[in-house]
């Protein structure tokens, strides 16, 4: 099983870039003093992420131990999650570039911009080579000055590519579209924050008003935290979206246009992510006395564009992995998410597979598209059996190089 597509590491000279705007910010401190007071910073950031959830302007973009902190910690990590979503929409669902002139990305609660310059990054890794512009909305005018700043001094990365930074506070002042609209929209990790005080009918018309702005081939980019109640939410929004406006179409994290079934039935499960990343050896270092968890980033995620959804035929022939692979006594188990919408259960009998296989079964990840030929209907309802581990094909498995 060879996973595909396999995303570049995160690039040495941002971590290097990072590392020493911290540095040049406080000169007299020692490195370990420097460590210190970033560590600090991250556990309240964490707190703040995973606990409180509380955010005004001044709670992380306002100060330059906040921004520097970010920047070394967490930076690393939404890049690598929004590279997994945007490789989805390229490799998987059929996102085109504008056959001629400029490609333009709208990144909504940018910040320094991990999602944005991500996104430049990857497509030209890709080998896209149109103009990209990157309009970049955030209520932190600190945070749009550091990510120009990081935009100018790697310009390597992203040849032929400029940002052009607004600050605004979104919540209440998303403006009409003009003319110029946007191929992609993201949104990394920013919905949530912006829309914190928000019922469902105010995000909803939100929303609406976000796609306003897309071109009819371009495609929005929803990543948020994956605790249950923000991807349930997520979820439900999207669906909801969808209905009120047929034009819009649902092209993940599902198939053929389908909702989110967790929302709707009871299950174990919910809709999110789970990547391994590769952690930088700044973070490496932030990190060795806090023990938070640096190797792998959990995400919700769904995807919106009024194209034409790529179809795929089935039910349980294709799946999106939303669990664990779990390997008990006799058996190797996951579920997924089928073609139909529905949720199944694949089960591979341990005793006809060699170490091996297990081992490249047990490396799939929550988020992984597969393809099951052969499968064979159980006794439990929707329980598939598969005969041997070729049964898997990988349609979509995102990997990090090992950097
Ligand atoms: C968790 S950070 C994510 C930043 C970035 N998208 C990334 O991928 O790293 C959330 C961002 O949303 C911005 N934000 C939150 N509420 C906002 C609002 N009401 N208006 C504008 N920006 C907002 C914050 O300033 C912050 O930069």
Redesign the pocket.
């Known amino acids: 099983m060879t996973p595909h597509p396999i995303l570049p590491p995160f690039p040495k000279s941002i971590e290097k870039w990072w590392w020493n705007q911290a540095c040049l910010k406080w000169p007299d401190y020692s490195e370990d003093k420097l460590l210190n007071a970033i560590r600090r910073e991250i556990v309240e950031q964490s707190d703040r ?1 995973n606990k409180t959830r509380s ?3 001044n ?3 306002s100060r330059d131990l906040s921004i520097l902190s ?1 920047g070394n910690f ?2 690393p990590r ?2 690598q ?2 590279s997994f979503a945007l490789s989805e929409a390229y490799f998987l669902r059929n996102w085109k570039a504008p056959r001629k002139g400029p490609l333009r990305i709208l ?10 310059l ?1 996104s430049l990054f990857q497509l030209r890794q890709w080998s896209v080579k149109n103009p990209i512009s990157l309009e970049a ?4 005018g600190k ?1 749009l000055a550091t990510m120009k700043n990081l935009h100018r001094s790697c310009m390597d990365l992203w040849p032929d590519s400029k940002v052009f930074t607004t600050r ?4 209440n ?1 998303l403006p009409p579209p003009n003319k110029r609209k946007f191929d992609l929209i ?5 919905l949530n ?2 829309l ?1 005080e928000s019922e469902s009918g105010s995000r909803i018309e939100w929303m609406k008003k976000v796609l306003h702005h897309l071109k009819p081939g371009g495609f929005v980019l929803i ?1 948020d935290p994956a605790s249950v109640d923000s991807c349930t939410r997520l979820q439900e929004d999207s669906f909801i979206l969808k209905q009120e406006d047929a034009r819009i179409n649902l092209h993940a994290p599902y198939f053929n246009g389908l909702p989110c079934p967790f929302f709707i039935q009871k299950s174990k499960y919910y809709s999110h992510e789970v990547r391994r990343i590769t952690p930088t050896q700044t973070v490496q270092r932030i990190n060795s006395p806090l023990h938070l968890e640096t190797r792998e980033v959990k995400f919700g995620f769904t995807m919106l564009s009024k194209a034409d959804v790529v179809t795929l035929p089935g039910g349980s022939e294709h799946c999106r992995l939303v669990s664990p692979v779990r390997k008990r006594k006799g058996t190797i188990s996951f579920i997924g998410i089928g073609s139909d919408g529905e949720e199944y259960r694949y089960e591979l009998q341990r005793r006809d597979i060699k170490k091996e296989e297990t081992k490249g079964v047990l490396l799939l990840q929550r988020g992984d598209v597969l393809q099951i030929n052969g499968g064979v209907a159980g006794k439990e309802e929707r329980q598939i059996r598969l005969p041997s581990p070729q049964s898997i094909s990988l349609l979509f498995t995102p990997r990090i190089e090992v950097g």
């Not at 909504?108 to 911009?113: E, H, T, Y």
Request: hydrophobic share 40%; net charge negative; proline share 0%.
């Open positions: 992420f955010f005004d302007s709670s992380y973009g970010y967490f930076f939404t890049w999650a929004m990144d909504l609660g940018s910040g320094s911009g991990a999602s944005g991500a909305w955030d209520y932190s945070s605004k506070d979104l919540t002042d993201l949104l990394g990790f920013s924050e912006i914190q990543m």
